[in-house]
């Protein structure tokens, strides 16, 4: 599909303003369905950063104005702000109202147009690193699969590892976020690709998915069993069974990254707070 044929599709917004987290505090599994018709209208969005920048200013989807347009925190400030420029500037209103660009308050937007600025580089930082990170982890399993292709290791021993990563990678993101679930993503997900057995899934059920890092751990232990195993029964040497566990560790520490920073988040907010 071309950038220009954008023009004429009509992106599904929905959930353009849907809070998933919201969703979760209410006791509330985020469908499945939702999650694919957000990863849809993701990727449509993200096609238009090939347009022209002048371009990009006639869109309203997939940007925060539609968000700001039903806060009404933000509709409450620009009032009181607007209200208050009127009052203070309005002689009939407030004797002797005094100009407030001669006072000292216009020097604050100065400082607080410095700190927008620095708050919204670090944040775009902050997401590319990220984004990087994630990248990495189908990175990893894609070099997994290279190196376990040419080995001896029977088709079975070879799937069943690559099996394990790619549902590692799944559990890993359930426990990063409540926007995605076990039971709505996970077991979606298991049921169209088959990363998992029942009794494999099964043995992970009393690590509690949705809850932190233990089930994708958990996984990637089994993954480092089977390439020990590989390599007592001399289906591959010394090399690969380094070079096999040196990119499972670096998928691991990929995805731990995701979490050190989530927790960075809360914990800012914490103190913050």
């Known amino acids: 599909m071309g950038v220009e044929a954008l023009?004429?599709?009509v992106v599904n917004s929905d959930y353009i303003c849907l809070d998933p987290e919201t969703i979760v505090n209410q006791k509330?599994?985020?469908?499945?369905?939702v999650l694919i018709d957000v990863e849809d209208r993701r990727r449509k969005i993200l096609k238009r950063t090939?347009?022209?920048?002048?371009?990009?200013?006639?869109?309203f989807e997939g940007?925060?104005?539609?968000a700001m347009s039903v806060d009404w925190l933000f509709w409450v400030t620009l009032s009181v702000y607007i209200a208050l420029r009127i009052i203070l500037r309005n002689d009939a209103w407030m004797p002797g109202a005094v100009d407030l660009g001669a006072t000292d308050v216009s020097v604050l937007g100065g400082f607080l147009s410095f700190f927008l600025v620095l708050f919204v580089n670090q944040s775009n930082q902050r997401f590319q690193e990220m984004y990087k990170t994630s990248m990495r982890c189908p990175g990893r399993i894609y070099d997994v699969c290279q190196i376990v292709?040419?080995?001896?290791?029977?088709?079975?021993?070879?799937?069943?590892?690559?099996?394990?990563?790619?549902a590692a990678h799944v559990a890993g993101y359930v426990g990063l976020s409540r926007t995605y679930s076990e039971q709505e993503f996970f077991c979606k997900l298991n049921e169209e690709f088959y990363m998992l057995t029942p009794h494999e899934l099964a043995s992970l059920k009393h690590f509690e998915m949705d809850h932190g890092p233990d089930a994708y751990h958990e996984l990637i232990s089994w993954c480092m069993q089977d390439i020990e195993t590989a390599f007592q029964k001399n289906l591959i040497d010394a090399r690969e069974k380094s070079a096999l566990?040196?990119?499972t560790t670096q998928f691991r520490d990929a995805m731990d990254s995701l979490y050190d920073y989530c927790a960075q988040c809360r914990l800012s907010a914490l103190v913050c707070g």
């Open 63 to 66: 940007t925060c104005l539609k």
């Open 28 to 33: 509330t599994i985020v469908p499945y369905e």
């Open 50 to 59: 090939e347009l022209p920048f002048w371009r990009l200013l006639g869109y």
């Open 149 to 166: 292709a040419p080995t001896p290791i029977p088709k079975v021993a070879a799937r069943r590892l690559v099996r394990y990563l790619n």
């Open 245 to 247: 566990k040196d990119k």
């Open 7 to 9: 023009n004429s599709i």
